[in-house]
């Protein structure tokens, strides 16, 4: 009897862990499968938030603040909002109202600029708004003219793409196909001193002087060139990702316009991307910017296709002023090969202005007149 007792409370025991092995094994209708159920869908939910303001590409100004609305669902808030602007942490908020103003030291630089909302809330994944605005410049440009202090000669078959002047001398870079090359040329009588011409397969276009080095890049084969300038030996090849217009120097970057409204500042040694500006007046963004060249505190950069040079502020990428050079080359002048204005020099010793342009018989001295 003693053996028939324990054999009977040993499967009583056994049934009863069995059916409480059923209830808690993760089967339709238990409890636990509702659970692990309810978790995953949360850890596949996203939190809900929406940007009410700023709309889609509203337009602010250089300095504005910038007011951020948001719309959340109130009876499932999320724990915190994070806010960038332009890639930038800004804020992170917490309570009521979902509201928040982004300060003027975040709206310095001109461009296209985003807004990005993202919440948090538990386990559930983040979820976030993304909106894009503009940045204009927060002034008029100044429209200025010319008068024509001197005339020199200059070489009609010159595809003029890039120009600079050091002590005394011009130096060029022309472009085309089988015309591209580097020159030394003398100011007082156009006269090329000295001349390397590029592979027929490239199309040359801007120059700068970097210390003792030349830069040259070329249009649309992504690669450049470093010169010695006493003897035009080449030093160094450099590449990058976009097309290459026009070139200048601010202190220790090589600063590159790519023919949009962006300029690109690059370490020399390397030629790496270190900053970039993007460039807009009080209307809107202002394309095709081609030659460049540094000038007391400002880029002065030819603008394709015109007979305007625009002045551009390098921290911001406002544009500052123009000078409108229309007329500048008389119609008795051209040929039916002359193109554009293109090519700015500066002397920066003697204070003189030079520009001409692709194919033009002549370069001008000019002074800058209200």
């Not at 499968?33 to 709309?55: F, I, L, S, Y």
């Not at 040259?216 to 090849?237: H, M, P, S």
């Not at 009080?282 to 400002?298: K, M, W």
Request: one cysteine or more.
């Amino acid at each position: 009897m003693k053996t028939d007792y324990t054999r009977f409370v040993i499967s009583v025991s056994m049934l009863l862990i069995l059916a409480w092995t059923f209830s808690c094994s993760g089967r339709p209708g238990s409890n636990a499968d509702d659970g692990r159920k309810e978790a995953v869908q949360a850890e596949t939910e996203h939190v809900q938030v929406n940007m009410v303001a700023p709309e889609e590409n509203t337009g602010f100004k250089i300095g504005d603040v910038v007011n951020v609305k948001l719309d959340v669902d109130a009876e499932n808030a999320p724990d915190s909002v994070v806010i960038t602007f332009d890639s930038k942490h800004v804020a992170t908020i917490r309570t009521i109202p979902w509201e928040y103003t982004i300060p003027s030291d975040y709206t310095k630089t001109a461009g296209r600029k985003s807004l990005k909302a993202t919440a948090y809330s538990g386990i559930k994944q983040p979820g976030s708004v993304t909106r894009f605005m503009i940045i204009y410049s927060d002034v008029t440009p100044k429209k200025y003219g010319y008068r024509i202090v001197r005339t020199y000669s200059h070489d009609r078959e010159a595809f003029t793409q890039g120009l600079f002047y050091y002590k005394g001398t011009l130096y060029e870079g022309t472009g085309q196909e089988t015309g591209s090359s580097l020159r030394e040329v003398e100011l007082e009588t156009g006269k090329v001193l000295r001349q390397h011409n590029l592979d027929g397969s490239l199309f040359g276009e801007g120059i700068t002087l970097y210390g003792d080095k030349i830069f040259q890049v070329t249009w649309e084969n992504k690669i450049g060139f470093v010169y010695d300038r006493a003897t035009f030996n080449l030093i160094n090849k450099i590449y990058y990702p976009t097309q290459g217009w026009g070139l200048t120097t601010i202190g220790n970057r090589i600063v590159m316009s790519d023919g949009t409204n962006v300029i690109y500042f690059y370490e020399p040694e390397m030629f790496t991307v270190v900053s970039r500006i993007e460039v807009y007046d009080d209307r809107g963004q202002v394309d095709a910017l081609n030659e460049l060249e540094y000038i007391n505190g400002e880029i002065w950069a030819n603008v394709w296709m015109t007979d305007k040079i625009v002045r551009i502020d390098p921290a911001t990428g406002k544009v500052n002023s123009f000078v409108d050079l229309s007329g500048l080359l008389k119609n008795s002048d051209r040929k039916p090969d002359t193109d554009v204005l293109n090519g700015i020099a500066w002397d920066s010793v003697g204070n003189r202005l030079f520009v001409t342009g692709k194919r033009w018989p002549k370069l001008f001295e000019i002074k800058v007149t209200q």
